[in-house]
């Protein structure tokens, strides 16, 4: 069946009383960020619903990229037709015909904005219920739960007839609750922290720390890869590149084993903070998950925050390992996590890192370190590109 348009319906943008249209407005865009490979299609976003106009472009590819942009409820593909009673008719008995298999239920439900239209909704769902008795006298109506849903939509610009609800993502839309800096590993956790924050609009640019030559070209591909993943929710994401080799290997030279993870997240969490500050986010998110590992006890999140008094979100934090994985899966992401390229929060990993590491023991190594020197070199190392899901990585590495 070909399709002239789908109908959108927002999601918990109906709650947000005077700030509707700044949410709508976002929609918009991550709705046409979305779809940037189908040129022909024209977003239009009321109070009430938005309404793609598709011009000819393949709604059987448009669909799946809609299902994925969070702030919407539900949409409906429809077909338009002119406001005249037989054609409207016409459409919803050859509508039926394709799909009707002799076995469901079905009623109508008219919505009519335009109201100088000949007939009112009642009236409408009367003549269109009796058109389809016509066709199939047997067929059965069902106001409750119905099998079949026709809906007709009489606009000012024409009338438009749907059948299908599918399920949108939900949430709010990437972008309305502002920017955060997402710190991600190759792991499994990370991509899922990142697609919940998005879910709660928080518009996140991808913070990998590398450390070459012991993290590999394959690792970073996998990170920008986990990236990618991410990008159908919004349309594009910044990834940035942390060089970290030599901040590792300084750890690692003069700082007791125990404390080398420590004392490594602190930088990073350190970095991750001026890129955010740099970049005007708001937020630091991250894929820890409580008690997973050493690093992510309550007193070694104590100990890592310490360094700066940013938010730090953490969706996963209380779900186990099972949870996390299902959402991996459902995103398509866990299958590149598990690839076994390393990444630099296990090459240098301690036999016995401390769980519960003591402040200050670990203030005290760190004076034993260059920090200003080595957090000056790594942010002036910093490589940024744009991961999308359509087009190939723009280096901005120039415009810091």
């Not at 809609?66 to 008719?89: H, R, T």
């Not at 990618?228 to 594009?236: A, C, D, H, S």
Request: hydrophobic residues 40%; charged residues 25%; contains cysteine.
């Amino acid at each position: 069946m070909k399709y002239t348009e789908i109908m959108v319906r927002y999601g918990e943008l109906s709650t947000k009383g005077k700030n509707r249209n700044i949410f709508i407005t976002r929609l918009a865009s991550n709705v046409k960020k979305s779809l940037i490979d189908f040129p022909n299609v024209k977003v239009k976003a009321e109070r009430d619903r938005m309404h793609l106009l598709l011009n000819g472009e393949d709604s059987t590819a448009i669909i799946p990229l809609l299902k994925k942009v969070f702030g919407i409820q539900n949409f409906s593909p429809s077909i338009y037709v002119e406001k005249d009673i037989e054609a409207i008719k016409a459409m919803a008995q050859s509508i039926m015909r394709e799909i009707y298999t002799g076995k469901e239920t079905f009623k109508i439900t008219t919505k009519r904005s335009d109201r100088d239209f000949i007939q009112d909704s009642n009236e409408l769902n009367l003549t269109l219920g009796n058109a389809i008795f016509d066709i199939f006298p047997n067929i059965k109506a069902q106001m409750k739960k119905p099998d079949i849903n026709l809906r007709l939509e009489i606009r000012v610009d024409g009338a438009y007839l749907s059948y299908e609800t599918i399920q949108g993502a939900g949430g709010l839309p990437v972008g309305s609750a502002g920017k955060g800096m997402l710190m991600l590993s190759g792991g499994i956790d990370s991509p899922v922290a990142g697609y919940y924050a998005m879910k709660r609009g928080v518009a996140i640019e991808a913070v990998h720390f590398a450390s070459p030559p012991y993290t590999s070209e394959q690792a970073l591909q996998k990170a920008k890869d986990l990236t990618k993943k991410l990008t159908p929710y919004v349309g594009g994401i910044q990834f940035i590149e942390v060089p970290f080799t030599e901040i590792q290997e300084e750890i690692k030279n003069h700082v007791p084993q125990g404390y080398w993870m420590t004392i490594t997240r602190r930088m990073m969490m350190r970095l991750t903070d001026l890129i955010r500050e740099q970049r005007k986010g708001l937020v630091i998110i991250n894929g820890e998950s409580l008690g997973q590992v050493a690093s992510q006890t309550l007193h070694s999140m104590v100990a890592i925050n310490e360094v700066t008094t940013t938010p730090v979100i953490r969706p996963v934090a209380t779900m186990d390992k099972l949870e996390i994985i299902a959402v991996a899966e459902k995103i398509d992401t866990f299958e590149l996590s598990i690839l076994p390229f390393e990444d630099c929060c296990t090459i240098f990993a301690p036999p016995q890192p401390k769980t519960r590491p003591r402040l200050d023991k670990v203030q005290q190594y760190e004076e034993r370190l260059d920090l200003e020197g080595m957090i000056e070199r790594a942010m002036a190392g910093l490589k940024i590109s744009e991961i999308s899901a359509s087009q190939a990585e723009e280096d901005f590495s120039d415009l810091l």
